[in-house]
């Protein structure tokens, strides 16, 4: 197994709506806000190759929305899924397998394009199968009004279309599953959005975690820092709390998808509980 970091874009967000409750005078020392109060916010998406499949998780928000749905989140940087692909001598048509941690349009949007004649939307990897899990997609085809605006029709219903749409399978009230087809075991959790998967991934005698959105960004690591975008705020408290302590425990490395600076964490005990132990590069720790 072989993984790759991939940079799909970099955007803002309102740090108000990132941090819930929490003062902006508390969050904007670690995710300073511009004078728009924006902070700035990665999709870093993550590339494995294993024997002949090369899966990619998540595909930040793709380049087919209007200007008008772009100017709302101020897209800065170079980066691409295309560049970074072929950085590591990849091309998009030899994707196998497109792993959705959830359908929200910044993690999935990137996943479906425009036709060639933009009459409709196609998959903008031709060669990948879908995966999601089966209550997530019906939660998100079925959404409620604060999360309608997240969950795309343009982004969701081209993968069913397809016909190369897979549902996850998972032991009934198993909170966590290994996928022996995929290679990694996933985490559920509820408090984001309807059955979030989490990745965990075992690599080079270390375990690293596909943070999505249980941990934006290393400055969502006390409790109460939890977005003001989550569902069910007061379920993600004790999600998070039971997978950091964990984390801390068991020395995982965390990576981080909305962290425009960091790219992996670590974390340890202190005093004031879980907190930052460590930043890294992907490269200085498994290059």
């Known amino acids: 197994m072989t993984l790759y970091p991939v940079e799909a874009g970099n955007f803002k967000l309102d740090g108000g709506a990132m941090f819930g409750v929490v003062p902006k005078s508390l969050w904007n020392r670690t995710n300073p806000a511009d004078s728009n109060n924006m902070i700035d916010i990665a999709a870093r998406c993550l590339l494995i190759e294993e024997g002949d499949k090369l899966i990619l998780i998540d595909t930040g928000m793709g380049d087919k929305q209007s200007e008008k749905f772009f100017s709302y989140y101020y897209p800065w940087g170079d980066h691409s899924i295309d560049k970074s692909l072929k950085k590591y001598g990849f091309h998009r048509d030899e994707i196998t397998d497109l792993f959705m941690t959830h359908l929200h349009f910044d993690h999935c949007g990137g996943s479906i394009q425009w036709n060639k004649d933009r009459t409709g939307y196609e998959p903008a990897f031709k060669n990948a199968r879908f995966w999601s899990n089966e209550e997530h997609w019906l939660w998100a085809t079925q959404p409620n009004e604060r999360e309608k605006a997240s969950f795309l029709k343009e982004n969701i219903i081209p993968m069913e279309q397809s016909g190369k749409l897979h549902f996850l399978e998972r032991e009934k009230d198993e909170v966590f599953s290994e996928n022996k087809e995929l290679g990694f075991g996933v985490l559920f959790v509820d408090g984001h959005t309807d059955k979030q998967m989490i990745p965990h991934i075992d690599y080079k005698g270390k375990k690293l975690v596909f943070m999505a959105d249980l941990l934006p960004t290393a400055g969502h690591i006390p409790l109460p820092y939890v977005m003001g975008y ?26 981080l998808e909305h962290d425009a600076h960091n790219e992996i964490i670590t974390l340890k005990h202190t005093e004031k509980g879980i907190r930052l132990d460590k930043t890294h590069t992907f490269n200085e720790i498994f290059n």
């Open 230 to 255: 989550d569902t069910r705020p007061l379920l993600t408290l004790p999600e998070k709390k039971k997978f950091l302590e964990t984390a801390a425990n068991d020395n995982y490395y965390l990576f």
